[in-house]
């Protein structure tokens, strides 16, 4: 058993040079006997994915059948190799599925033409764009057979772009050289197109070259791949794809990890819950591909490589980080239940990957759902306010009360279609206003179901109040409204006045502010002023004392902040200040060592997200 107490250094990029560069050159050979010499011609299958004899056996009704037909009747209408999210690619494979089948001419025609119109449009796109998409585009050429001046043309375009240097990854440039030196998602979904590609071309030597690569990056040698941090490394001196059966790290079992994809979740960290990364399942997407493909050419034993190693990926998402497959990758595990006998979670009409699906059909290898599927329940609706004003709110989610009969190993939280998380509880930020949240949750059978919580955002209300204290005779200053001593009650569309009435109130006819002219006397130890306002932060401005005295000291206690007069006996002060409230209410009272403090005028707002 592989164990190491202390947390792997951190290494920006590793990589092996010399093997790199050799690899380049075509000089470098991995150890260990030689693909070739794993390859059993006997055993190769008709077909890149599937066979007319193979398909003739499969169902055109159920589940699985109606969501290929459903993926075949959607539109193509520009394919793109070089957008990596273009679903054109397996809409494609889909329409090629169902006309093999069924031998529906326009299936074909479908196909054929999209099939033509993806080539020259991978320019100006990413290596991992031509690694996701082209490998259907080849699937697909190969069920519908092309006529031979299109089959000549699409034979050529492919033999040359995976060699078109494109955007790539650590400056790996290519499509072939992300299949042979690049171990993270990238390098996955270039080997399943490359594997796709080569049979495609009848390249035996570039087949071979993708099976050593394969076996090693599975976890007999690292030599050769680029490597970024080296966190999730069983052996961080010998870096591999997935991590070596028994690879225990501080106690923590990390046998069947991914490490350059689980790296993207951040580092390792033996006292925390092992973090859910995507990324995973998206390598898991190109290598199950490749593997498929291979063991079709004459591979049988990939998915023995590495004492079963991605069976054991397999094993760790779903039994040490408790990720099972969902969305897009969950078409995945219905490869691993057919080669291992597995029962991951596989549920019919899973969505297809970025190269691949329909594996449900294929493969078959969902179990029956049992009499009674899940319960899903997302549970009651909810109302939160933007608490500080940013336009959006942390909300909690809770799926705890979905049931089943058996046991519920999945949940997926979505709006409009689009993951939010994966747990029975979740908390996501979502902006303001009304929000549909899908949960979906899968019991061990693979069955689902579906229920949905309806949460809304609302804004934090903005509050702005200005106040003039005055006698009862005198106009308020614009924009403000009087008070004139009177205790606390509803008036001029607020809530505000005295703890008692507050009779002295004078206006002095001296200055041109009105606002500065008039005032009201705190003139009992007990004076208290007060204003009814949502909680939160205010930006407060009092202005205090008596144009006609120079006898005040204004001091203040304002929501319990001592707000010193700061120049002692003269005519006026103003405070400024930012004041949280947390009681509903703004409360100003006379402060340390004041002396009769009058009231002028004072003016509050909420305050604006981000000061204070």
């Given at each position: 058993?592989?164990d190491?107490?202390a947390?792997?250094?951190?290494?920006?990029?590793?990589?092996?040079t010399?093997?790199?560069?050799?690899?380049?050159?075509?000089?470098?050979?991995?150890?260990?006997?030689?693909?070739?010499?794993?390859?059993d011609?006997?055993?190769?299958?008709?077909?890149?994915?599937t066979s007319?004899?193979?398909?003739?056996?499969?169902p055109?009704?159920?589940?699985?059948?109606?969501n290929?037909?459903?993926?075949?009747?959607?539109?193509?209408?520009a394919?793109?190799?070089?957008?990596?999210?273009?679903?054109?690619?397996?809409?494609?494979?889909?329409?090629?599925?169902?006309?093999?089948?069924?031998?529906?001419?326009?299936?074909?025609a479908?196909a054929?033409?999209?099939?033509l119109?993806?080539?020259?449009t991978?320019?100006?796109?990413?290596?991992?764009a031509?690694?996701?998409?082209?490998?259907?585009?080849?699937?697909?050429?190969?069920?519908?057979?092309?006529?031979?001046?299109?089959?000549g043309?699409?034979?050529?375009?492919?033999a040359?772009?995976i060699?078109?240097?494109?955007?790539?990854?650590?400056?790996?440039?290519?499509?072939?050289?992300?299949?042979?030196?690049?171990?993270?998602?990238?390098?996955?979904?270039?080997?399943?197109?490359?594997?796709?590609?080569?049979r495609?071309?009848?390249d035996?030597a570039?087949l071979?070259?993708?099976?050593?690569?394969?076996?090693?990056w599975?976890?007999r040698s690292?030599?050769?791949?680029?490597?970024?941090?080296?966190?999730?490394?069983?052996?961080?001196?010998?870096?591999?794809?997935?991590?070596?059966?028994?690879?225990?790290?501080?106690?923590?079992?990390?046998?069947?990890?991914?490490?350059?994809?689980?790296?993207?979740?951040?580092?390792?960290d033996?006292?925390?819950?092992?973090?859910?990364e995507?990324?995973?399942?998206e390598?898991?997407?190109?290598?199950?591909?490749?593997?498929?493909?291979?063991?079709?050419?004459?591979?049988?034993?990939?998915?023995?490589w590495?004492?079963?190693a991605?069976?054991?990926?397999?094993?760790?998402?779903h039994?040490q980080?408790?990720?099972?497959?969902?969305?897009?990758?969950?078409?995945?595990?219905?490869?691993?239940?057919?080669?291992?006998?597995?029962?991951?979670?596989?549920p019919?009409?899973?969505?297809?990957?970025?190269?691949?699906?329909?594996?449900?059909?294929l493969?078959?290898?969902?179990?029956?759902?049992?009499?009674?599927?899940?319960?899903?329940?997302a549970?009651?609706?909810?109302?939160?306010?933007?608490?500080?004003?940013?336009?959006?709110?942390?909300?909690?989610?809770?799926?705890?009360?979905?049931?089943?009969?058996?046991?519920?190993?999945?949940?997926?939280?979505?709006?409009d279609?689009?993951?939010?998380?994966?747990?029975?509880?979740?908390s996501?930020?979502?902006?303001?206003?009304?929000?549909?949240?899908a949960?979906?949750?899968?019991?061990?059978?693979?069955?689902?179901?579906?229920?949905?919580?309806?949460?809304?955002?609302?804004?934090?209300?903005?509050?702005a109040?200005?106040?003039?204290?005055q006698?009862?005779?005198?106009v308020a200053a614009?924009?403000?409204v009087?008070d004139?001593?009177?205790?606390?009650?509803?008036?001029n569309?607020?809530?505000?006045?005295?703890?008692?009435?507050?009779?002295?109130?004078?206006?002095r006819?001296?200055?041109?502010?009105?606002?500065?002219?008039?005032h009201?006397e705190?003139?009992?130890?007990?004076?208290?002023?007060?204003?009814?306002?949502?909680?939160?932060?205010?930006?407060?401005?009092?202005?205090?004392?008596?144009?006609?005295?120079?006898?005040?000291?204004?001091?203040?206690?304002?929501?319990?902040?001592?707000?010193?007069?700061?120049?002692?006996?003269?005519?006026?002060?103003?405070?400024?200040?930012?004041v949280?409230?947390?009681?509903?209410?703004?409360?100003i009272?006379?402060?340390?060592?004041?002396?009769?403090?009058?009231l002028?005028?004072?003016?509050?707002?909420?305050?604006?997200?981000?000061?204070?």
């Open positions: 058993m592989t190491r107490s947390h792997p250094r951190i290494v920006r990029f590793a990589v092996a010399i093997p790199a560069l050799l690899c380049a050159m075509g000089l470098f050979t991995s150890p260990g006997a030689t693909a070739a010499e794993r390859r011609p006997a055993q190769r299958k008709d077909g890149i994915l007319a004899a193979e398909l003739a056996s499969l055109t009704s159920g589940r699985a059948w109606d290929l037909l459903a993926h075949a009747a959607l539109a193509v209408s394919p793109d190799l070089g957008n990596q999210d273009d679903p054109s690619n397996v809409r494609v494979l889909a329409k090629a599925l169902v006309y093999a089948r069924t031998g529906q001419q326009r299936y074909r479908e054929v033409a999209a099939i119109a993806c080539i020259g991978q320019d100006g796109g990413r290596t991992l031509l690694g996701r998409e082209l490998g259907a585009y080849v699937l697909a050429a190969d069920l519908v057979g092309l006529d031979a001046a299109d089959d043309r699409f034979r050529a375009f492919v040359a772009v060699d078109q240097r494109l955007d790539g990854r650590s400056g790996i440039e290519t499509l072939r050289a992300s299949a042979l030196h690049d171990p993270s998602n990238w390098g996955c979904h270039a080997r399943a197109t490359l594997v796709a590609a080569a495609y071309l009848s035996e570039l071979d070259q993708l099976a050593t690569r394969l076996h090693d599975s976890g690292g030599a050769g791949f680029a490597f970024k941090e080296l966190w999730w490394q069983g052996d961080p001196s010998a870096p591999v794809g997935i991590n070596r059966a028994g690879t225990v790290v501080s106690g923590r079992v990390l046998d069947g990890v991914l490490p350059d994809d689980q790296r993207r979740a951040g580092a390792f033996p006292a925390q819950p092992f973090p859910r995507n990324y995973v399942w390598a898991l997407q190109g290598t199950m591909t490749a593997a498929l493909l291979l063991h079709r050419a004459g591979y049988v034993d990939v998915f023995a590495q004492d079963e991605l069976r054991r990926a397999h094993v760790w998402l039994d980080c408790g990720f099972p497959a969902a969305a897009d990758d969950a078409w995945v595990p219905h490869i691993a239940n057919r080669f291992y006998g597995t029962g991951f979670p596989a019919a009409g899973a969505a297809p990957g970025k190269g691949l699906g329909f594996t449900d059909w493969y078959g290898s969902t179990p029956t759902p049992p009499a009674n599927p899940p319960i899903a329940h549970g009651d609706d909810a109302s939160v306010t933007d608490g500080d004003g940013d336009g959006s709110q942390a909300v909690a989610l809770d799926g705890s009360r979905s049931s089943d009969d058996g046991a519920i190993v999945a949940w997926l939280w979505s709006r279609g689009v993951g939010l998380a994966r747990d029975a509880r979740a996501v930020v979502l902006p303001v206003g009304r929000h549909v949240i949960l979906t949750v899968t019991d061990d059978a693979g069955a689902s179901a579906s229920d949905t919580v309806v949460v809304t955002v609302v804004a934090r209300p903005t509050f109040a200005a106040i003039d204290f006698p009862a005779r005198s614009d924009g403000y009087p004139s001593g009177a205790t606390f009650r509803a008036q569309g607020l809530s505000y006045g005295w703890n008692v009435r507050h009779p002295t109130a004078r206006e006819d001296l200055l041109a502010d009105q606002r500065l002219d008039t009201v705190m003139d009992r130890s007990s004076s208290r002023w007060e204003i009814a306002v949502p909680n939160g932060t205010y930006a407060v401005t009092i202005a205090c004392g008596d144009p006609a005295s120079t006898s005040t000291v204004n001091s203040l206690l304002v929501e319990g902040l001592q707000v010193a007069d700061p120049d002692g006996r003269d005519r006026l002060d103003v405070h400024e200040l930012i949280p409230v947390r009681d509903g209410r703004l409360t009272q006379r402060g340390s060592g004041a002396r009769t403090p009058r002028c005028f004072i003016d509050i707002a909420t305050m604006p997200v981000g000061n204070g």
